[in-house]
Each structure stands twice: as C-alpha cells, then as structure tokens.
C-alpha cells in the first residue's frame, strides 16, 4: 500500500467519523426529553404563539425527510425539507443559530470566549514545554537518582491528572 492509497483511506475514514459525529449530535438533542419551546415559551404563552416559536426555529418540520411535502406538492426538493438537512445546511455555513438560554447568537458566544481560551491553552502549553524540558535536562543530568526516578514516574501518570 502506497502513500497515496493510505491518504485517501485516511481521508475516508474522517469524512465517515465527521459524518457519524454530526448525525449523533443532531439526534442527541432530539432524543433528549423536554420540548425547546418549553425553554423560551412561558406557560401562559398561547397555542398559537407556540406555534410561531416552533415554526421560527424550525422545529415543526420531519426530523429527517418531508415525504408528505414532497407527495403533496410532487418536488422532490421538498424532501430534503427537514430539520436534519436545515442543520446540515447551516453548519456547513457556519450558522449555529440561538442560544435559547442566552437568547444570543452562538457563534457570538463562541467569539467572546475563544481568546480566552487559546490563551489559556498556549499559556499551558508553554509553561509545560518549558517545565518539561528543564526537569528532563535535570533528570539526564543526575540519572539514577530520586529526580530522574520521579520523572519517570510523573512521564507514567496519565494526561488528565
């Protein structure tokens, strides 16, 4: 098996494991008990205002494909009307909608928060490189003493902790 043979295999398989996470996390909230309106919607909203809020967010639609739309008005475009393909569409265009208890955009919320978080992450990351590399250069230097042994221990010790 060659480079390229390998590449594409590779490639494969993401795009399948990409596929099968997106499906997952689509259905994970589907299959969730409680209803979403219930989040934004008050009890004493009306019916009909329900409605609107199901119909704004799309949750009126089949989960996975409108066979119905598709029979009644004969396009066989109506049948990727779902809230499956509506998801796979706004994902692809970086739409991730309303956060239903913030009531902001989520890709806001992600904005606000993502210096932060690369700045922990590189901070980390340098402090360990850092760290790492003037114990291992101390433990090379006095190897087989109580340094060099507790770097080898700590090296055992799993990511998390």
Do not use: C
């Amino acid at each position: 098996m060659n480079n390229i043979e390998k590449i594409l295999r590779r490639a494969l398989f993401s795009l399948i494991t990409l596929g099968a996470v997106i499906t997952f996390n689509f259905y994970l909230f589907r299959i969730v008990p409680g209803d979403p309106v219930s989040m934004i919607a008050s009890p004493r909203m009306k019916p009909e205002t329900r409605e609107k809020i199901r119909e704004q967010y799309g949750l009126n639609k089949p989960i996975w494909i409108n066979l119905s739309a598709a029979r009644e008005e004969g396009q066989l475009s109506l049948l990727l009307d779902s809230q499956f393909f509506h998801y796979l569409n706004n994902l692809a265009h970086a739409e991730l909608g309303q956060s239903f208890r913030q009531k902001s955009e989520v890709a806001e919320l992600i904005g606000e928060r993502l210096y932060p978080t690369i700045l922990l992450i590189l901070t980390g990351e340098l402090m360990g490189i850092l760290f790492g590399t003037l114990l291992g250069v101390i433990a090379a230097w006095k190897a087989r003493s109580k340094i060099d042994a507790g770097g080898q221990y700590w090296f055992l010790e799993p990511m998390f902790w």
